[in-house]
């Protein structure tokens, strides 16, 4: 199994028996699986089904899926809203009465808006109603199924973005390491310089010097942060190519980067270590947001 994402769109389309419908399905980044559904009235029997299937295929992710249905023209009728009818003979009354009109006359008040309604009359054999659920199921099934392709494209092009971003922190590792290998001998010299300015020549012994020296470059040793960059490097790759659903692991990672990439800045003593830690963090920071997209 390849990188996945967790961002797509897909739709599908079935009908049975002059009745048509449409899924329309997308995804976005979630922290766990979830599923919102929205349906027309008649259809919140498709819930539990509608939730085994998104299980049975994706780990993470917030997932929208929609139901537009269109009953058979042999099934839709009309009939009286008694609620807006109710309302509006009263309306009616209330209006006479204040201004003296005559009321309004049947016709007038069904002409209303709302007052009639097209209604969808659903299957009354439980038999047919479960044929008609099965086929819906089964078209959302497939719409879940291009969901999943989508994601899957969206992961190839993600694994590829990510892969570029691991390496350019392996090289600025690399571009840390030498530029600290260089910080003993230009702590040496700052601190030569700045002794000559502040006390006169000779006060400070040669080995006064060298342990001042030496306790400096101790609090400026990266070793251990370079270290565990190369580590974390060699670990976000492993996960990379593991084929398994590594998004949580990735973050993680990720956040382990910034706390390496944050004290190597501290720690750092000369202009282009820092200049070097700061763009080791933008590209820490490109590689987290892109890896919250990983399922």
Do not use: Y
């Amino acid at each position: 199994m390849a990188i996945v994402s967790m961002t797509g769109f897909a739709e599908s389309h079935g009908s049975r028996d002059g009745a048509h419908w449409r899924w329309e399905v997308k995804s976005v980044n979630g922290r766990g699986l979830e599923l919102r559904l929205r349906v027309p009235p008649g259809f919140d029997g498709l819930e539990a089904a509608a939730r085994m299937l998104a299980a049975g295929r994706f780990k993470r992710g917030n997932i929208q899926a929609g139901l537009t249905f269109e009953a058979a023209s042999s099934a839709r009728g009309l009939r009286i809203d008694a609620a807006a009818l109710a309302s509006a003979v009263k309306i009616a009354k209330e209006v006479a009465a204040e201004t003296g009109l005559r009321q309004a006359s049947v016709d007038g008040l069904l002409a209303l808006k709302g007052v009639i309604v097209q209604d969808e009359v659903l299957d009354a054999d439980s038999r047919e109603r479960a044929g008609r659920d099965a086929a819906i199921l089964e078209s959302l099934a497939g719409a879940f199924d291009a969901l999943a392709r989508a994601r899957a494209g969206e992961g190839t092009k993600l694994a590829a973005l990510l892969d570029a971003q691991v390496a350019e922190i392996a090289r600025l590792t690399q571009a840390a390491a030498a530029a600290a290998a260089a910080q003993p001998a230009a702590l040496r010299a700052r601190l030569s310089e700045q002794i000559a300015d502040l006390v006169a020549p000779g006060a400070v012994s040669p080995e006064r010097l060298e342990q001042e020296i030496a306790m400096l470059a101790m609090r400026a040793d990266i070793r251990e942060e370079l270290d565990r960059l190369k580590a974390h490097v060699e670990e976000a790759r492993r996960l990379l190519s593991s084929g398994e659903a590594v998004g949580r692991k990735i973050d993680f990672l990720a956040q382990e980067f910034n706390r390496e990439a944050n004290t190597l800045c501290a720690k750092s003593t000369d202009i282009a270590l820092t200049r070097i830690g700061l763009d080791l963090k933008a590209v820490i920071d490109q590689f987290r947001e892109q890896a919250q997209n990983l399922e």
